[in-house]
């Protein structure tokens, strides 16, 4: 193998390089997948050993089939493979085939997005993209606009930072571009469920405004928002001379998938002159699905909404767009550099996609989406994302039928909750059982499912994003977790 190359370019031996590179690291991932668990099951001090990496830097190098042969030999074996029906921990998903030659193409042309002159044809069908994903969350496609990301929590900063400049100068009359935060920024607030994603305290932090200015609103028993709760916290704010700009929906929260009433919401928001941002990280891949798409179409309301694709999506990490109903919000976000994006530029018909942009230089990820919606198109996608839900619905039935076992919340979206109950003449308590069963599933057995914490019980967690389970797959695994008890 040629592996001195430096560079694919149009000679013949740097291409031949190219894709012998390519096809013995496709080799080398294929046979990784012969072990049929999730995890290979090392604990972290033995692994920690066998990955200790003394000289990362040695003087001399190694050929590419050297360099390939240590990573199929220590890396590999060991790390997660989300493809597996033995994972549910999070809401990580497999990466279908299509989107990682996708990638391939990604980092082989490496375009960057900031300018049309790094990316043209990827700036091009990044707009069309978006254009298409702002048809498909229900905006009219000539007023909003959007842009990709590197995840839901830079989305949802990107939106709820557009929500506070929006608010200070249609309200307040204020430019926080140019002076930044008003003298009375200590009164913001912005409200969302107590079990939203902690990218909203962070993102009030970065925004200067800190934790204190989100509000927790308590949950109902479905998890979703109080809305009459709000409504209350709203009014006391509004009494004692706070400012509330911004409620936050969150379309699938992330341990229980629970999606916010955002019709609802709209209405309290348009009552009190606030921006609605819709968190839908984990729920927008629900528009995908025939069967249950009606449970998001109140995404349409909102102003701003985080989709992630590296979620229900099943495209590789990392890949999310923010999209916003008025485009002329994004005027936020915009700065212009003498280097890079000239206003004459957007004159001549460049689009420099970095005005909308937290990050300057920036992925391709639109193409992952472009050949995935293409090639799967609406009817294969919503066979994938309707399977889904249907496990869930049917791994919490078979739950809510056994005595040993206690459920929580009726899936909306693809997460199961639960707890098991100690048997009655067990000494462990529920809590160290839950907790015992994760870890030798994951040591043991290979099986990967997650761990949260529900009305102060120690809970399991299965967060359902792969097709290929099945009801008999489901089970297996419910039979497995009962015989650990
Ligand atoms: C995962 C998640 C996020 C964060 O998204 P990243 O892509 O991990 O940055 C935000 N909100 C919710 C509801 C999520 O589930």
């Known amino acids: 193998m040629q592996s001195n190359k430096l560079f694919l370019t149009p000679d013949a031996a740097d291409k031949s390089a190219y894709i012998d590179i390519m096809t013995a690291t496709a ?16 604990e972290p001090y033995a692994l920690r050993e066998a990955l200790h990496t003394d000289e990362l830097l040695p003087a001399e190098g190694c050929d590419f089939a050297g360099i390939l042969a240590d990573v199929k030999d220590r890396i590999l074996p060991n790390l997660l493979r989300p493809m597996s029906t033995d994972y549910m921990a999070h809401l990580h998903s497999p990466a279908l085939l299509e989107s990682i030659a996708s990638e391939l193409i990604i980092a082989t042309f490496n375009q960057s997005m900031d300018s049309w002159d790094q990316s043209p044809a990827a700036t091009e069908i990044e707009v069309e993209v978006i254009r298409n994903l702002c048809k498909l969350y229900g905006y009219d496609e000539t007023l909003a606009d959007g842009v990709f990301t590197s995840g839901g929590s830079q989305s949802n900063l990107s939106g709820l930072l557009l929500a506070r ?9 204020w430019d926080v571009k140019k002076s930044g935060l008003p003298e009375n920024f200590r009164k913001f607030r912005m409200y969302s469920s107590e079990i939203a994603h902690f990218s909203m305290e962070k993102s009030a932090h970065l925004m200067g405004l800190g934790y204190e ?13 109080d809305i009459a709760a709000l409504r209350e916290l709203i009014k006391a704010d509004v009494a004692a001379g706070n400012l509330p700009f911004c409620v936050v929906a969150t379309v699938g929260t992330t341990d229980f ?3 916010d009433n955002m019709q609802e919401l709209r209405k309290l928001c348009d009552e009190y002159n606030m921006w609605l941002h819709a968190d839908a990280a984990y729920g927008s891949g629900v528009i995908m699905s025939a069967k249950y798409a009606h449970r998001v179409a109140g995404l349409a309301d909102c102003d701003s909404i985080t989709v992630d694709f590296h979620k229900m999506f099943m495209l590789p990490i990392s890949c999310s767009a923010s999209l916003i109903k008025d485009k002329r919000n994004f005027d936020a976000l915009t700065i212009h550099a003498d280097y890079l994006n000239r206003e004459e530029d957007e004159e001549d018909g460049y689009i420099n996609l970095v005005n909308k942009s937290m990050q300057t230089t920036r992925r391709f990820d639109a193409l992952k989406v472009w050949m995935s ?15 889904c839900i249907d496990n869930a619905e049917y791994f919490y039935n078979q739950l809510a ?21 100690p048997a009655p003449d067990s000494k462990e308590d529920a809590d160290t059982l839950n907790k015992r069963i994760r870890r030798e599933l994951l040591h043991k057995r290979g099986v990967v499912i997650g761990q949260t914490v529900c009305r102060g019980h120690v809970c399991l967690k299965f967060t359902l994003l792969n097709p290929m389970l099945t009801y008999g797959k489901l089970d297996e695994l419910l039979q497995l977790i009962l015989s650990l008890r």
């Not at 080799?27 to 090392?42: E, I, L, N, S, T």
């Not at 308590?218 to 928002?225: H, K, L, S």
Request: glycine residues 6%; contains cysteine; charged residues 20%.
């Open 27 to 42: 080799r080398a991932v294929a046979a990784a997948m012969d072990h049929p668990r999730a995890y290979a099951g090392m």
């Open 257 to 259: 998938g629970s999606i």
């Open 165 to 173: 400049d929006w608010f200070c100068n249609t309200h307040l009359k």
């Open 213 to 225: 200015s989100v509000v927790k609103v308590p949950v109902n028993d479905a998890m979703q928002m």
């Open 401 to 421: 039928a056994d005595k040993s076992v206690e459920v929580f919340v009726k899936p909306e979206i693809s997460s199961v909750v639960f707890r098991l109950l």
């Open 373 to 387: 919606f293409r090639m799967r198109g609406a009817a294969g996608w919503s066979e994938i994302i309707t399977r």
